[in-house]
Structure formats: C-alpha cells, structure tokens
C-alpha cells in the first residue's frame, strides 16, 4: 500500500516536538539556506547587467507595496563575502542561489557578459572555500526583458534559448558546481504572470498560459540535456512548489475547482517532466502548443526533486474563469503565520510522502520558512519565536515523514536574508538574518 492510498493511517502529529530515540534523518542529509538573485542582488545597473521583466514591472505604479523595487535589495553583489561568512557561522553545508539570466547574457541570448559570469564564479569560489556546497538555480523568475519583448514564455523559442543560457552557466560552473536545479517554482511565474496579472508579464490570457507552460516544461527538458552533456558529475533536478491544493467550502463546485487548481499548481510541471505526461484534466488544452517529440523532450532523466512548500492553497469555483478555478485565502478559522499564511505542518507531511510516492525521486526541501512583518528592538535585534516556532513544527512534520518512508535528503530554510517579496516588497521579512534596508546591516534572528 502506498502512503498516497492511506492518508487516514497517517499519526497526528504532536503540538510540540517530541524527543526521539535516534535522529531519523540520514547521515548525509543536506542543511542549507536558499536565497534568489532577483530578490538580493541589487546591483541592477551595474557592470553590464541586462534588464529584467522585473525592473520594468517594479517601475509600473501600484504593482508592488509601498513602490519598492530590487534595484539595491540586499546589495548581495557587493556583499556577498559577508553574506557566505554568515552561511559559514549558521553551520549550513549548501547554499541554494540562482543566477540572474540578464547579468550573464544581458540581452538574454548572445555574447555573455563577462563581468556578470565573475561575479558567480567569486561566490561559487567563496562558498566552496568556506566549505559550504552550491546549489545553482538557473531561473528564479527574472528574465531577461528583451527575451519578453519577443514574447516570452509564450513563444516557443524561448526554450532554445534558455538552453544556450544554461549552456553559459555550466561551461563556465560546471567545473566546481554539480548541483543544479533549472527552473523555480515555474507554475508560480506561469500563472501569476500569464493568468493571474499578478506578476510580469501581467497577462491574463488563457492561450499564452498554456503556451508558457509547454514552453517552460520543453526548456527544462533542453536544459536537462546541456547539464548533462557540459558538467561532469552533475547532479540535476528541478523545484516545484506543492501544497495541497482544497476547496474552501465543501460544496461538489469548490471541490471540482480545487481539482483544478491541482492541475495547474501541483501537477502541471512535475507530471510531464517527472512522468512524460499533463495531467488528464489540462491534457487537450495543452494539445495545441504540444509536437511531436515533446514530451519525450520534457521528460528527461532527473536526479531529485526538489519541493518548496509554506502552507495549503485554495481554490473556489468561478464561472467566469476560463482555467476553472478562482483563488482563494484560507478558511477565516486556519490558524495563520503573521503574514497570514496557513499554518498546517501534516500538510507538508502528506505532502513529501504523496510526492515521494508519485516521482519516486529524492526529495530535497529547497524552500519552507515562515514569513513576518517584523520591528528590531533597540539594538537591531529581532526575537522571532514565531519562526521558530513554525519552524520546529514543519521540522517536525519532515521527519515524520522521513519516519513513515519519504526519501527526503535535505532542507534548505527560506530564506538567508530578508529579501524582496516580489508583490509585497520589502513588508514581508522570511529571512532567518534581518536586513536593515538603510545601512544593510546584517543581524542574525534568534
Ligand atoms: O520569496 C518567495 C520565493 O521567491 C519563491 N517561493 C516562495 C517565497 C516566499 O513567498
């Protein structure tokens, strides 16, 4: 019997974290902290970097809290030695990071540009001397904006050139990177971008969706290819986010939405490119922009899985939504993080022994954390129990699942730094070291 057909076997999982007779975790289970280009590097005028579709987002009034921006961030690109010292105290073994597409090839295909390839070779250099093992994503949602201006995820030869674009970075990292992840979380950037407006490109345009989404899978698998071919030893996957997707009322119309939402933010990646196949439920919408050829293109040989999670998701029928679903917040009764998010740890549980089950690959944690609008005291320190409460309880929550067969092989905290929180700017603070976004000082939580 798999875990997936019994969830009701499945124990409670005890307020406070119980003691336990022997660490149920591996020997060898990866520690690390995760961090995006986009959301600290600042930096975004400097030494030849190409614009992003989020500079240009950023600039259009209204679209994020407070008319932030990314253009200095956590100054990361000057900082970074500070930034691998304070991985290096916190103990971690790895450093999830991405590379801004735009700072190597600034145009986004093309000569790269030489200044933004050394950039990522000091980091990659001064993690590897602190001992500590990078793990590159090669798009956390940044990409290059004269890519959009020729259409974008929606135009199909965006995935040769993000194929070139990882054959930049592994011919240039690939002698001392062999972790490599190609995209991040992409049914967030794909449907907040091209369904939703939320995100750039802000479409809302159910065609160029579908396309996004074939396209994003296709350039995976292209990538995949190159990774393989250009680094020796490489160990590959890709990062999807998966929550449970529910209905916010038990009503046979939310639940039918809820499926939906499934679809679209759980399987729509990870079934073609772990499985060879789109969900059945999404299958003849993706018909159109499917070739012959493709999903064999997408479904390429993967070494681990990596899951993002935070909390549950929701979804409410709409009539007049042409994906079938509509958004939804939690349950007014879910008990919430401070930025009001879900707190439900046997969701993750459930979540890494369904996706072990499903994938049947290693899964590392490459995000959770827990998200908070927080003010120093006198002394620029900040007593974060609420995290660290979160923390112990999702903590918890993994090795339950380890304990009950998920292969789960490391956890990566969201995040190192108080970063951009994309919509909400600089409001929402995930970092387990505050920023002080005037003078960039560094000051590890409790
Ligand atoms: O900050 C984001 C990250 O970029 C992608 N995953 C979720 C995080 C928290 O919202």
Redesign the pocket.
Known sequence: MTHAADPAARPTLSKTPSPRPRDPLRPDFVWGAST?SY?IEGAAREDGRGESVWDLFCRQPGRIQNGDTGDVACDHYHRYREDVALLRDLGVGAYRFSIAWPRVLPSGRGSPNEAGLAFYDRLVDGLLSAGIEPWVCLY?WDLPQALQEAGGWANRDCASWFADYARVVASRLGDRVKRFATF??PSVFTLFGYAFGWHPPAADDAASHHAAIHHVNLAHGMAIDVLRDYVIGASLGAIH?MQPARPVQATPEDRAAARMLDCYWNRAFADPQMRGAYPDAIASRMAPFCRDGDLERIHRPADWLGI?H?SPVYARADSASRLGFAWSDAPADAPRSPIGWQIDPAAFRDVLLDACDRYGLPIYVT?NGA?AVELADASGAIDDRERIAYLAAYLEALEEATVLGADVRGYFV?SLLDNF??GAGYANR?GIVRVDLTTQARTPKA
Do not use: K, T, V
């Open positions: 995006s959301q956390h991040n979380e986010n993002n935070y995000e998200g969201w929180e994309w995930f």
